[in-house]
């Protein structure tokens, strides 16, 4: 069955940017370790996902940071061919030979459309905080994953930006991955 997913990296005190919107603090982290196939833990994760949708301020850092004007190989090199969905209210950049989709508004017939193209695999929400809320309050998002970094930024993009209670949310897993802690949480949809 497909799961809607935010699968994230976030620092100890809940963001998952700093507050000039940069995932560099990210890169400054030794890196996570591989299981025992050799896999990294991204690369597995991401075998299974069949669609993904990302924020404006997301995709244009990741445009901006790896250059995807100029490289615009670098996008299929981390995402292969499978289609993405950017939210946003701007008109932003394409990357040449990619499957992006711009697109704005309600989370809902967005997600239908990346249900029919992900298939039997799952969505990937990559972020922002507040695009994975919309699909929280929607009641669309099934899990939420998080690698807890060794880092406090002060301030910056919030994991969550919204209040989602206990009752909501379940934990089914927790490890240990080199320097990361990854929580696992079950998401009920709003009551």
């Given at each position: 069955m497909t799961k809607t997913q935010y699968y994230t990296a976030t620092s100890i005190d809940g963001?998952?940017?700093?507050?000039?919107?940069?995932?560099?603090?990210?890169?400054?982290?030794?890196?996570?370790?591989?299981?025992?196939t050799g896999t990294d833990p991204f690369?597995?994760?991401?075998?299974q996902v069949g669609a993904f949708a990302m924020g404006a301020t997301t995709y244009e850092w990741v445009f901006d940071h790896d250059k995807l004007g100029d490289n615009p190989e670098k996008w299929s090199s981390y995402?292969?061919?499978v289609p993405s969905w950017v939210f946003t209210h701007r008109?932003?950049?394409?990357?040449?030979?990619?499957?992006?989709?711009?697109v704005e508004?309600?989370?809902?017939?967005?997600?239908?459309?990346?249900?029919?193209?992900?298939?039997?695999?799952?969505?990937?929400?990559?972020?922002?905080?507040?695009?994975?809320?919309?699909?929280?309050?929607?009641g669309l998002l099934d899990e939420i994953i998080l690698g807890v970094a060794p880092v406090?930024?002060?301030?910056?993009?919030?994991l969550l930006p919204r209040r989602?209670?206990?009752?909501r949310l379940t934990l089914t897993g927790m490890e240990q991955r080199g320097p990361f802690a990854y929580l696992t949480y079950a998401v009920a949809a709003p009551a």
């Open positions: 963001f998952i940017a700093d507050s000039r919107n940069s995932l560099d603090w990210l890169f400054e982290t030794e890196g996570e370790r591989a299981d025992d690369s597995a994760f991401f075998t995402y292969g061919d008109s932003l950049p394409p990357i040449p030979g990619a499957t992006v989709n711009f508004g309600d989370v809902r017939p967005v997600h239908e459309a990346m249900r029919a193209a992900a298939a039997d695999k799952n969505i990937w929400i990559v972020g922002g905080g507040e695009l994975a809320g919309a699909f929280a309050d929607a406090t930024l002060g301030g910056g993009a919030p989602l209670t206990s009752s």
